[in-house]
């Protein structure tokens, strides 16, 4: 299968953009975007709806507000998903399938799942009553200029930090650590996880190798979704089997995810078993 961009490279480039300059994006660009988000799916063959907001358009925009986390910023997108079984799961794999393509067209993108005015954001997006919101992204082009802001919420996220493969990955049980050696080929997806965005950079996923088999589970951090009002690291999981799922088809690895009886094992306690990927 042919990725429109280099899974590593983009991986590797994405950073949270949080300051943008005023350089307008053309038409041609959202037509791009537009016809990519047209052909997004995901694995768990549930239906995602995305929506384009120009905010100086939009009614009501003074009130559209980023707390002060986003600046200069005049163009979002919105996601949203009907509840059900793996639906956020769903929503977070398509919606980072779409911020690394904004990246391989060299515009800036930053996950947004609490810092914003959600109430006002509804309303713009036209968000139905059956509709779970969970997250939008600012995009446009990045400022060369970094705000002290910018770096206080890198700072609080410990956004330039990520957990070590013997705290993510594991080999049969949790209690053995998965080695980089012994993971195979299927040590670049699962580093390309390590690297992936997340909530607050809580990187809530855990992956346990089981012969061909790799079984995700979520490590729920303690009362942080409570707020929300559903579980936002679920979108999380999505977000890391995008990363997984793109480098196994940019290695030729074949398989497809599943969600399985839940695998005997002895859990952590917070720790809850997501889906599982099946090699062909």
Request: charged share 25%; proline share 4%.
């Amino acid at each position: 299968m042919n990725l429109e961009f280099s899974i590593e490279e983009t991986v590797k480039t994405r950073y949270s953009t949080r300051t943008y300059t005023d350089q307008p994006i053309t038409a041609e660009t959202i037509e791009k975007i537009n016809d990519y988000i047209n052909t997004l799916s995901n694995p768990f063959s549930i239906k995602v709806n995305f929506k384009l907001l120009e905010a100086n358009k939009s009614a009501g925009s003074e009130k559209l507000g980023t707390y002060g986390v986003i600046k200069g910023s005049n163009n979002y997108i919105g996601a949203t998903v009907e509840n059900s079984e793996l639906a956020l799961e769903a929503l977070g794999y398509e919606f980072e399938k779409l911020i690394l393509y904004l990246t391989s067209l060299g515009l800036g993108t930053c996950w947004l799942g609490g810092t914003f005015n959600r109430s006002s954001f509804k309303n713009a997006f036209e968000v139905k009553e059956n509709e779970i919101f969970p997250a939008i992204s600012p995009f446009g082009y990045p400022s060369s200029k970094k705000r002290i802001a910018d770096s206080l919420v890198r700072m609080v996220a410990k956004s330039d930090h990520r957990k070590s493969w013997n705290e993510l990955f594991y080999n049969k049980k949790f209690s053995d650590s998965l080695a980089f050696a012994d993971a195979d080929a299927y040590a670049f997806p699962l580093e390309m996880i390590r690297l992936a965005p997340s909530a607050s950079n809580k990187q809530p996923w855990r992956v346990v190798k089981d012969g061909t088999t790799y079984h995700f589970y979520e490590f729920q951090a303690k009362g942080y979704s409570t707020s929300f009002g559903y579980d936002i690291q679920k979108v999380d999981l999505g977000i890391a089997a995008c990363h997984f799922h793109l480098a196994a088809l940019e290695k030729d690895l074949k398989g497809e995810f599943k969600k399985l009886h839940t695998p005997i094992l002895e859990l952590p306690e917070q720790t809850e078993y997501i889906f599982s990927w099946v090699s062909e």
